[in-house]
């Protein structure tokens, strides 16, 4: 009965995606729906798109074995990111009238760094799209008793996010999201409630939770501990700024403001929520120790589903795994739109110059395709947790995209020779690192993310062997 609750929600989801796919009349609907988006839904896309497999089942698995320190990149950078981008950078890039991020780096740092930046920014979407698929196939396992093995389930989950995201692009997503929102809010404060009552209430957690020291956060007085602690936050704070996906939503809104005021909103709430999903983990340390031993050191990421099959009545069930998989689809979906979106514009089409638009469109769908492939067998391969692919994923952008964005909008000085020389330095200092480094007391995207700023500096400050002369790309959006 669960099961079928659940595949009638997910048919009908679809069928929403598939109806909103029937605004897509250009590109620029596919890829910024019409830039028109009001601030509840540019909200609810905000939150739904972070608010993915790694915030219910990676991060509360971490916090159980870890506590705050553990996941200071997520919720903590990843909230602030989203804050960041709300305050600072929503505004100036609303007003550039841009289909992607990469064509900021086209008009600011030339055709070079437009190629560099984008392929960066695909290879890095590559782990959190694959995470949301590997979930989605575990979570399949689990509702069907393993009758569906996680492999089929991860296939059965990116065909059916594709369906929709392939015809309707940004529109379906926007959609979807807001309806999935809903579901992801009611759904989790209902088990939530559900949960919290077998263990005498939040109050009782929490309390359980603080002595068994799950929520010391600050690292002390240890520069080793301090480093990894700053790059852990950087990695997510920082290096999920400069993508695609926040790009999206801060293009879509109707007005400048709301790209701002909802960026901001969409962060808030996602830090509330986020504690939920521990907040349900840790109250299985209480509820069933045993159930919790017998996962934590094989796959700590089903200790939460387990318990609610195991622990809670069916509405509770239902509710749980329909916000479940909200978060899940709405997160897969608007991952694999972004870069898909990302490598037809400045990879694509700079080699096709005389594509009209309908074309244009038919070629962002067929990369939508490609990439869901791609990211499928990536996930079906993949050993890391879903926590540590969704963290890895943004240190690409945080040691090649995150500075020459944020000088080249705020600071005067910034020239095309500090940019092209800031991804350079960033990115091979980095890989460097992560060959012959790995284990350093300086993590490599660290050491990538200082170097990328030493580039900048000396690149922009020092004699122009570089002329600044870049050739503006014309978007036309309306």
């Given at each position: 009965m669960l099961l079928g609750f659940v595949i009638t929600?997910?048919?009908?989801?679809?069928?929403?995606?598939?109806?909103?796919?029937?605004?897509?009349?250009?590109?620029?609907?596919?890829?910024?729906?019409?830039?028109?988006?009001?601030?509840?839904?540019?909200?609810?896309?905000?939150?739904?798109?972070?608010?993915g497999s790694e915030t219910v089942l990676g991060v509360p698995a971490v916090f159980l074995d870890e506590g705050l320190k553990g996941i200071v990149a997520d919720p903590f950078g990843s909230s602030l990111c989203l804050i960041l981008v709300g305050l600072f950078f929503a505004?100036?890039?609303?007003?550039?009238?841009?289909?992607?991020?990469?064509?900021?780096?086209?008009?600011?740092?030339?055709?070079?760094a437009e190629m560099l930046i984008s392929l960066c920014i695909v290879v890095s979407y590559l782990g959190w799209v694959a995470a949301q698929i590997k979930a989605l196939g575990l979570v399949f396992f689990v509702l069907s008793d393993g009758a569906i093995t996680q492999e089929a389930g991860m296939i059965l989950g990116a065909t059916s996010v594709l369906i929709y995201t392939l015809y309707g692009g940004m529109w379906s997503v926007?959609?979807?999201?807001?309806?999935?929102?809903?579901v992801i809010v009611c759904g989790l404060l209902y088990i939530g409630h559900?949960?919290?009552?077998?263990?005498?209430?939040?109050?009782?957690?929490?309390?359980?939770?603080?002595?068994?020291?799950?929520?010391?956060?600050?690292?002390?007085?240890?520069?080793v501990k301090i480093i990894g602690f700053v790059a852990a936050l950087c990695t997510m704070m920082l290096g999920s700024i400069p993508?695609?996906?926040?790009?999206?939503?801060?293009?879509?809104?109707?007005?400048?403001?709301?790209?701002?005021?909802?960026?901001?909103?969409?962060?808030?709430?996602?830090?509330?929520?986020?504690?939920?999903?521990?907040?349900?983990?840790?109250?299985?340390?209480?509820?069933?120790?045993?159930?919790?031993?017998?996962?934590?050191?094989?796959?700590?990421?089903?200790?939460l589903p387990q318990l609610v099959l195991q622990h809670a009545p069916l509405f509770a069930q239902i509710m749980f795994f329909g916000a479940l998989l909200s978060a899940i689809k709405s997160c897969a979906s608007a991952t694999l739109l972004a870069p898909s979106v990302t490598f037809a514009e400045n990879i694509l089409r700079p080699m096709m110059p005389k594509l009209d638009d309908a074309r244009f469109l038919k070629l962002m769908r067929f990369v939508v395709l490609s990439m869901t492939v791609l990211v499928t067998v990536f996930a079906l391969n993949s050993e890391l947790s879903i926590f540590h692919m969704v963290e890895s994923a943004y240190k690409v952008t945080l040691v090649g995209a995150f500075v020459p964005l944020a000088f080249?909008?705020?600071?005067?000085?910034?020239?095309?020779?500090?940019?092209?020389?800031?991804?350079?330095?960033?990115?091979?200092?980095?890989?460097?690192?992560?060959?012959?480094?790995?284990?350093?007391?300086?993590?490599?995207?660290?050491?990538?993310?200082?170097?990328?700023?030493?580039?900048?500096?000396?690149?922009?400050?020092?004699?122009?062997?570089?002329?600044?002369?870049?050739?503006?790309?014309?978007?036309?959006?309306?």
């Open positions: 929600y997910w048919i009908i989801s679809i069928g929403i995606g598939l109806w909103a796919a029937m605004r897509v009349k250009t590109s620029a609907d596919f890829a910024l729906a019409g830039r028109s988006l009001p601030f509840h839904i540019v909200t609810a896309t905000v939150f739904a798109t972070w608010f505004r100036p890039l609303y007003r550039m009238n841009l289909l992607t991020i990469g064509d900021y780096y086209h008009n600011k740092y030339g055709r070079e926007a959609i979807t999201d807001f309806i999935q929102m809903i559900t949960l919290g009552d077998q263990v005498g209430g939040v109050s009782t957690v929490v309390a359980h939770a603080a002595a068994a020291g799950k929520f010391e956060f600050w690292p002390g007085f240890d520069w993508q695609q996906d926040v790009f999206q939503r801060v293009s879509s809104s109707r007005t400048e403001q709301i790209a701002g005021w909802a960026s901001v909103a969409g962060g808030v709430l996602y830090f509330m929520f986020a504690f939920v999903p521990m907040y349900l983990a840790y109250s299985a340390t209480l509820i069933d120790p045993a159930l919790v031993a017998r996962y934590k050191d094989t796959d700590s990421q089903l200790i080249g909008l705020f600071w005067k000085h910034a020239t095309r020779q500090g940019g092209l020389l800031s991804i350079g330095l960033g990115l091979t200092s980095w890989l460097t690192a992560e060959v012959l480094f790995a284990d350093a007391v300086v993590p490599p995207q660290l050491a990538g993310l200082l170097f990328s700023l030493g580039g900048m500096l000396l690149g922009s400050l020092l004699p122009q062997w570089i002329p600044n002369r870049t050739q503006i790309k014309q978007v036309h959006l309306s």
